[in-house]
Every structure is written in structure tokens, then in C-alpha cells.
């Protein structure tokens, strides 16, 4: 049975479930009036669309990533509340629906979500090395001078983005405009998390060979208690870039455990923001590679081994 090949999930109908949302990734299930079960099928977006075909068990991958980090971050970061409730899948699916869901989904708890993309960066690549290179800034804040590509940061900086609708753009916020959206009082407490959470989060990545160049959060909120809540995936090479560690060397492009490979793919063929692209075998087979490979370091086992032990 373990030599049964897994197969590639880009939509999942749950009759039992009323669905309440499908993001790029995700599908999300009511389960009742404070639950949720969260849904990762096998869908990638790159540069904000989705590919019209999946990666093989990347449902699975971000899925346990994520419940990992769950447990870690609870431990090391004091007082961080997370939405994440079980892996075990709601009494309500059929057995049919359970084997679908499973191993890719969690029940969380169902908050209010703040409309920011926390994003943290250590290390200064992508969007945020094109702007620095034209301005001196990241996300409109002045940054040291003579900072090196993939070079850290002399501390994490948080540069929020708006969180987009379906189809639209997430746009660069400074952190004044995050205070605007949100209020004062829970756009620091947010900015202090976020940092908190990349900070323990590298920390314990670089201890296995990983480096967390950059990630994004996001958090909603307890109206019950008033405490803000991590919820969404957590530090998976979807919402992340993970670099090895061994190979890293500042001023060049670095290798990568995540989207990288399929985005430069993307743009050397001129592809970059298509809709309805579909990755050759190869790319598919590459990129979940290299999500598998981020996946061991980080939970110190293999993915076989963490769903054998889910039963
Ligand atoms: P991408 O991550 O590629 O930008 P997306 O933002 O559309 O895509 P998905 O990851 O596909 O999102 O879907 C997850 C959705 O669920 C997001 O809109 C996220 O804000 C929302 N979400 C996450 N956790 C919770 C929660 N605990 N309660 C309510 N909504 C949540
Ligand atoms: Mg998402």
C-alpha cells in the first residue's frame, strides 16, 4: 500500500461540508459556528496565479509543515495563541470524503482575519532588492546603505502588504499604513508577533541547514478575548524562501527549497502572470522536490514517516 501512487489534488468536493471559501491554495469548510477545516489541496500560484496543474503531495508537505510549526512556535514564542485545533478530520465526512482530506487538512479555529500579509524579511532579496537598488528603500522604509543581494538585514525588518481579493495584486504597505487599516493597538501587537514568530522560527530553520530568508503571516483575531491569533499556513516554502543554508553566499540569486525554481521557470519562458499555465512533468516533479526536501530538515523525518504515524 505504501508504493500506491498519491494522487495530484487540485479540487476537492466535500459534500458534507458546506465550503465557505477557496483561496489560491485552500479550501475552506465550515465545520461549525467556531471551526473550520482547512483544506491545502495541490494547487501552486506563482507571481499571483494559479498553474493549471498541481504539485504531487504538496498538500500534504505545507499541511504537516505547518502543524509542525504549530507545536514548535508554540513552545518558543511566550503566549502565542495559533488557530490550529487537529489533524484528525471532522466526524461529519464519510469515509470516502476522510480518505480525500487526509494527511492535506486541519481544523482550525474560524476568526476574523486581519486584511495584512505580515511579512518579515532577514535577508534582502526579491521585490524588496529591486526596490532598495532603485531607492535606498524596502517597502518605503530607508534601509543602511551598501547592503549586498541576499545579504541580512542588520535586524528582521516587518514591511506589511494589504491582502488582496482573488485575482488582485497584494500592494506594499509601509508601517504606518498598516497602523491605518487596522488600528494602533493591534497592528503593533501584530508587528511584534510577526517579528517574535520569524525570529524563533530562523532561528530553529538555520539549526537544520535552512535559512528563512523571508516569510508572511497572517492573524486574526479572538473577539471573545481580544488576543490576536496566528492562523493560516506558518512558515512553509509557499508563504516562505527557504534557502540551503550550505550553499548561501551573499551578492548572486541563491537556491531554493521553494516557488523559486517554478518562477524562474516562468519568467525564462515568458510566462510570468499567465493564467491557466500548465508546468511540464519535470518543473511539477522539480518543485515538489524540493518542497519535500525543505519538509525533512525542518520535521527530521520524512513525510512518509510523518503520515504513517497520522494512521
Ligand atoms: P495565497 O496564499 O496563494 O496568497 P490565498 O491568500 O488566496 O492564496 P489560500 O492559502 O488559498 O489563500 O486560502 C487560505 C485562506 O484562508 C486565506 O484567505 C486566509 O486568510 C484564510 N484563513 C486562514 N486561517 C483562517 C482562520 N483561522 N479563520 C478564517 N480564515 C482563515
Ligand atoms: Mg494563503
Redesign the pocket.
Known amino acids: 500500500a505504501t508504493n500506491t501512487p498519491v494522487p495530484v489534488v487540485t479540487s476537492i468536493e466535500l459534500a458534507s461540508l458546506p465550503k465557505l ?1 477557496s ?4 479550501d ?1 469548510y465550515t465545520v461549525d459556528a467556531q471551526t ?1 477545516l ?1 483544506v491545502t489541496t495541490d494547487r501552486i ?1 506563482a507571481y499571483d496565479v494559479i498553474m493549471a496543474n498541481g504539485v504531487p503531495l504538496k498538500g500534504a508537505i505545507l499541511t504537516q509543515i505547518s502543524a509542525h510549526w504549530f507545536r514548535v512556535l508554540s513552545g518558543a514564542v511566550p503566549g502565542l495563541k495559533t ?1 490550529f485545533l487537529t489533524l484528525t478530520p471532522p466526524a461529519a465526512l464519510t469515509p470516502a470524503e476522510r480518505q480525500l482530506v487526509r494527511a492535506r487538512s486541519m481544523q ?4 476574523r ?1 486581519f486584511p495584512l500579509e505580515a511579512i518579515v524579511r532577514g535577508y534582502i532579496t526579491g521585490s524588496a532588492w529591486s526596490e532598495y537598488q532603485k531607492s535606498g528603500t524596502v517597502h518605503g522604509l530607508p534601509q543602511p546603505a551598501g547592503l549586498s543581494q541576499c545579504e541580512p538585514f542588520p535586524e528582521p525588518i516587518y514591511t506589511p502588504s494589504t491582502k488582496a481579493e ?1 485575482g488582485q495584486h497584494d500592494e506594499n504597505i509601509s508601517p504606518q499604513k498598516a497602523v491605518e487599516i487596522v488600528g494602533e493597538r493591534y497592528a503593533s501587537r501584530i508587528e511584534e508577533l510577526a517579528l517574535q514568530v520569524y525570529k524563533a522560527g530562523a532561528a530553529y530553520a538555520r539549526e537544520r541547514g535552512i535559512i528563512i530568508a523571508d516569510t508572511k503571516f ?1 492573524f ?1 483575531l479572538d473577539e471573545e478575548t481580544d488576543e490576536i491569533v496566528l ?3 506558518v512558515l512553509t516554502p ?1 508563504s516562505s524562501r527557504f534557502w540551503p543554508a550550505d550553499g548561501y553566499e551573499v551578492g548572486r540569486d541563491q537556491d531554493s527549497f521553494d516557488k523559486q525554481y517554478l518562477r524562474n521557470w516562468l519568467t525564462k519562458e515568458g510566462l510570468k502572470g499567465k493564467d491557466g499555465v500548465e508546468m511540464p512533468a519535470d518543473v511539477a516533479a522539480a518543485t515538489g522536490e524540493r518542497y519535500l526536501d525543505a519538509f525533512k530538515r525542518l520535521v527530521g523525518k520524512t513525510l512518509e514517516e510523518t503520515l504513517a504515524e497520522l494512521g
Not at 482550525?108 to 476568526?111: F, I, T
Open positions: 471559501a483561496g489560491k491554495v485552500r475552506l473550520l482547512f500560484s488557530h482550525v479555529r474560524k476568526l482575519v482573488l497572517e486574526g492562523i493560516d499556513e509557499d
